[in-house]
């Protein structure tokens, strides 16, 4: 009977650290650029999102935390569209970040900054790769990897506490043995 209660626990310890799962990590990227070009879109934002941009993904400027257009006083963040992509241009595979310029839901410009492949899924301060001082931008990104904080992970607490639990139960039988 022992025996059949310190299986149901641990059954149940391991359903618990099943259901937990793993904390989501929030990704921000920060921006800023600027364009020498006439007619380009250019401005800052920040965005925290739960994961590293990992596909080409376009983003309203409603999910920003932070955003501003420089380019253009008549324009808002709300008029424009964000897109992160990989692509390969001018004989390069780059990521890259579009601003789009909209005009009641219509594009009526497009600027792009270029980065080092990889400058989505890594934390680190990436600069433009084309173009030069004539449009530059920098991009931060931050928090992919967790960064092992100090905080134990919901799973971590139900193995810790599970482990007590059995370790505490062996401890009282061998007890109760010694004494019959």
């Known amino acids: 009977m022992q025996a059949n209660r310190m299986m149901r626990m641990t059954?149940?310890?391991?359903?618990?650290?099943?259901?937990?799962?793993?904390?989501?990590?929030?990704?921000?990227?920060?921006f800023e650029g600027r364009s020498?070009?006439?007619?380009?879109?250019?401005?800052?934002?920040?965005?925290?999102?739960?994961?590293?941009?990992?596909?080409?993904?376009?983003?309203?400027a409603a999910q920003f935390s932070s955003c501003q257009v420089?380019?253009?006083?008549?324009?808002?963040?709300?008029?424009?569209?964000?897109?992160?992509?990989?692509?390969?241009?001018?004989?390069?595979?780059?990521?890259?970040i579009e601003f789009s310029a909209l005009d009641n839901g219509s594009e009526v410009g497009r600027?792009?900054?270029?980065?080092?492949?990889?400058?989505?899924?890594?934390?680190?301060?990436?600069?433009?790769?084309?173009?030069?001082?004539?449009q530059a931008a920098t991009l931060t990104v931050s928090g992919i990897g967790g960064g092992g904080g100090a905080v134990p992970e919901p799973a971590s607490?139900?193995?810790?506490?599970a482990g007590f639990g059995l370790t505490g139960a062996a401890m009282r039988r061998r007890r109760q043995q010694a004494i019959a």
């Open 36 to 60: 020498a070009f006439p007619g380009n879109n250019f401005g800052r934002f920040t965005i925290s999102l739960p994961g590293a941009v990992t596909s080409s993904s376009t983003f309203p």
């Open 11 to 30: 059954v149940a310890a391991l359903a618990l650290l099943a259901a937990a799962g793993p904390a989501a990590a929030v990704v921000t990227y920060s």
């Open 157 to 161: 607490w139900a193995m810790l506490i």
């Open 70 to 96: 420089l380019s253009n006083p008549n324009f808002t963040c709300g008029d424009h569209r964000f897109t992160f992509t990989t692509v390969a241009t001018f004989g390069i595979d780059a990521n890259m």
């Open 111 to 134: 600027t792009f900054f270029y980065f080092a492949p990889g400058a989505f899924g890594a934390n680190g301060t990436y600069q433009t790769i084309v173009f030069g001082e004539d």
